[in-house]
């Protein structure tokens, strides 16, 4: 059984993106009576099933009146249609769900391809500027790639600012073999050039922080260097920023016998992570790590269901997701694809969809010739066995709803921009 969002009074159907929605498929083993309430006497009468990990915002909840009521911890459970004062909210992170206005700084490759994708495709998302850094592919090719989709989403309005060309420490590597030559996977969709600002990638973090306190999210997609280069001219700059979601970063520490995961962006440039991930924050950081990454899996139905949809905007990201595919089956065997950044992104937008995480300050250990960046709590959010420094925390996301997720990716892959941006309910995405 799934938990549906249905229209009690049969007013106006209810979207699958009202701002309500938080259902999980575990919704309804957890709560197996759905609750029913108005959010104001005017709205029409939903049905809402609430898993255990909602928070209760609001006066109390009274019964007040209905068939079968009966009042169960924060909850008003009824089998008839009444009015509830209360507002249920999930646990999002400490991240507030409003108007977004966002800076994603972009390695630009396939993954992050989607990502932007996504985040064009959202109406409640404003992108205020977009940075290039290396690592997917080179910084000017990497700026070339954010041309390409801000054009297939005919934004080309939103400016560009050139990052870091190399590391602060060591030396560029970038592998082909992921992203292909032209980090799109060498399919065409790359574009010859790009217009960008006079402005450096690390002038443009600190201004848009000083300019707006607490206003802008920073969302990190590659290499830390651009936002490294912005902390050494300011230091507070992490906190000036109301959230900062990273895809980088190996989690937290592994169950006994499990893998050490190391991820790309902080092998990239290793000194640049261990400034940003020691940097004074507002414990507003939240690393979106290869331990949950890996597992936001795109396959060959999901590139089928794009390649069926007809559009500049569904080819694109459905070209993108083949030479993905492709991609994982020379090294994974699979035609699969982990939608690392993506799932950062999704987080960014729905916070809600991270069911789980952990806190704590960040450790480096050298590891088998990579570098193992993790949050200093286990997996299960319990303290080490050894000291672990001391110093800012981040929030390391442990767990998220794949079927959400993949449910909202596809909605925007497949239609773009729009009022109705979800896969329905009852749409097999
Ligand atoms: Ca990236």
Known sequence: MRCRVASETGRRPLRACDTVVGLTPACAATSPIWTRFMETPSSPCISICIPDDFIV?????????????????????????????????????????????????????????????????????????????????????????????????????????????APLAGELCIDPRWHGIDGLGDRGLSRGDAVLQAESAADFLVRIANERPGQVDLHPLGPLTNVALALQRDPDL???????????????????????????????????????YTARNARNVVMVGVNVTLQALLNEHHYERLRSQAGRWPQFAATI??????????????????????????????????????EGPVTFTPTA?????????????????????????????????????????????????????????????
């Open 321 to 358: 997701l083949d030479a993905s595919n492709a991609t994982y089956e020379r090294v994974w065997g699979r035609r699969v694809s982990a939608a690392h950044d993506a799932l950062a992104s999704v987080i960014l937008h729905r916070p809600e969809i991270a069911t789980g995480w952990v």
């Open 238 to 276: 992490l906190s000036k920023f109301r959230s900062v979601v990273l895809m980088g970063g190996g989690g937290p520490y592994p169950p006994p016998g499990g893998l050490t995961l190391t991820d790309a962006n902080s092998d990239h440039d290793r000194t640049a992570a261990e400034i940003v």
């Open 57 to 165: 915002s609001g006066p109390q909840p009274r019964c007040q009146g209905g068939r079968g009521c009966k009042l169960t911890q924060n909850f008003c459970i009824c089998f008839a249609c009444i009015v509830v004062p209360f507002h249920a909210r999930r646990r999002t992170l400490g991240m507030a769900e409003t108007q977004r206005q966002v800076v994603v700084d972009t390695d630009t490759g396939l993954d992050d391809a989607h990502s932007l994708l996504y985040l064009l495709a959202q109406p409640d998302i404003e992108i205020l500027g977009l940075t290039s850094i290396f690592g997917n592919t080179t910084t000017e090719q990497a700026a070339r790639n954010i041309a390409a989709v801000l054009d297939v989403a005919d934004r080309d309005d939103i400016p560009v600012f050139r990052g870091a060309a």
């Open 369 to 429: 010739g990579s570098f193992a960046v993790q949050v200093a709590r286990t997996h299960d959010d319990r303290p080490l066995s050894f000291k672990t420094p001391d110093g800012p925390v981040v929030k390391a996301v442990t767990s998220f709803d794949y079927g959400e997720f993949v449910r909202v990716l596809m909605g925007a892959l497949l239609r773009g921009r729009s009022d109705h941006t979800c896969c329905p309910v009852t749409m097999d995405c």
